[in-house]
């Protein structure tokens, strides 16, 4: 260690001086001690005053936002504050994540670019109820009113397509532009005397049966198989993508998606899709094999007052991560017309 030469320096100060210096230190602390008090005072009023606000109230402005029924909503919000916002609704049992392909697309071409996680999935309060449309819905709206959306473009994928419908009709007012739904469960997926050519329920009592008995392992057999068209022949299955959705899938609570099943299949939205007026695009593949075309996109194009119709040939139902390019080619297209 280097050595120092320590100079000391004597004052020679008056008393009288002295006195007076030390009074004024004495005040000095005495205003710095009640400006500290004040502060700490400030903070814990303030800390109560948030303490004591109700749910709806309390949000962490960063990355998610609590509903009214106190669940804590997770959401991705990228861009410009000051673009045209879009907001997508992701599907069952998946994330916001499922979405980053076409956001990190729209981001690119200067949009604003939100995606929530469904209560019960991804990120979101894993709670064992509010499992359906009803609360879905809300719990976008809570998203949207927080971030005070407007003029957005909504677009859902199979679930999220039911939610966007449901957001759109019952939340939507005065805050969309347009909406797009890919894939979607719409109008009714159950097979009912009204909707003889839906899914059987015992198709849909297999899916809860699988789910509960191993989760893990159905998530990863739903994945390589027939969401992504994988199980076809001659398909160049992508283990990335298969492992991608697993790990969402099981990111979330397996109470929320054994729920969600009945939430995505039993929901009829055919007043929804009446009451909705904004331009709509409704794309879907002829092979998908989650929610068979036959029984819904022509169904919901017609039930639409202002609808545009595409049905792609050999499609999937994940057809947003299989063929992004083609589905953000017309998303591009349609929101610009």
Not at 85 to 107: E, K, N, R, S
Not at 178 to 193: D, G
Not at 310 to 336: D, R, W
């Amino acid at each position: 260690m280097p050595n120092h030469t320590e100079k000391r320096m004597t004052w020679n100060v008056p008393l009288n001086q002295l006195a007076k210096t030390s009074r004024r230190k004495v005040l000095a602390t005495s205003v710095m001690s009640a400006v500290s008090l004040t502060v700490r005072s400030s903070t814990a009023t303030g800390e109560e005053s948030n303490r004591s606000k109700s749910p709806a109230q309390r949000t962490d402005p960063m990355t998610s936002v609590t509903t009214k029924d106190g669940v804590r909503i997770f959401y991705k919000d990228w861009g410009p504050k000051s673009a045209q916002p879009i907001v997508f609704h992701h599907g069952w049992p998946l994330c916001a994540d499922d979405w980053d392909t076409q956001m990190l697309y729209f981001v690119g071409k200067g949009y604003r670019v939100i995606a929530h996680d469904r209560r019960g999935h991804g990120r979101s309060g894993q709670v064992g109820d509010g499992h359906d449309m009803d609360h879905y819905a809300a719990d976008a709206a809570a998203v949207v009113d927080h971030l005070d959306l407007r003029n957005a473009i909504h677009v859902g994928h199979s679930t999220g397509g039911g939610e966007a419908v449901r957001y759109v009709a019952r939340h939507g007012r005065g805050r969309v532009a347009k909406l797009v739904l890919i894939s979607a469960v719409s109008p009714l997926m159950l097979k009912t005397e009204g909707n003889p050519g839906g899914l059987p329920i015992g198709i849909l009592d297999d899916l809860r049966r699988q789910l509960a008995a191993n989760r893990a392992q159905f998530y990863f057999d739903f994945a390589a198989g027939p969401f992504y068209g994988f199980n076809r022949p001659g398909a160049a299955a992508s283990q990335a993508v298969i492992w991608n959705w697993w790990r969402q899938g099981m990111m979330g609570c397996a109470k929320a998606h054994y729920d969600g099943i009945k939430a995505f299949s039993e929901t009829d939205f055919t007043e929804d899709l009446m009451s909705i007026a904004v331009p709509t695009l409704v794309l879907h593949g002829d092979d998908d094999q989650i929610v068979p075309v036959s029984d819904s996109a022509p169904l919901s194009a017609k039930l639409l007052k202002n609808s545009t119709l595409k049905i792609y040939e050999g499609l999937p139902h994940g057809m947003c991560t299989t063929h992004a390019g083609i589905v953000n080619a017309e998303l591009s297209a349609f929101i610009a017309a």
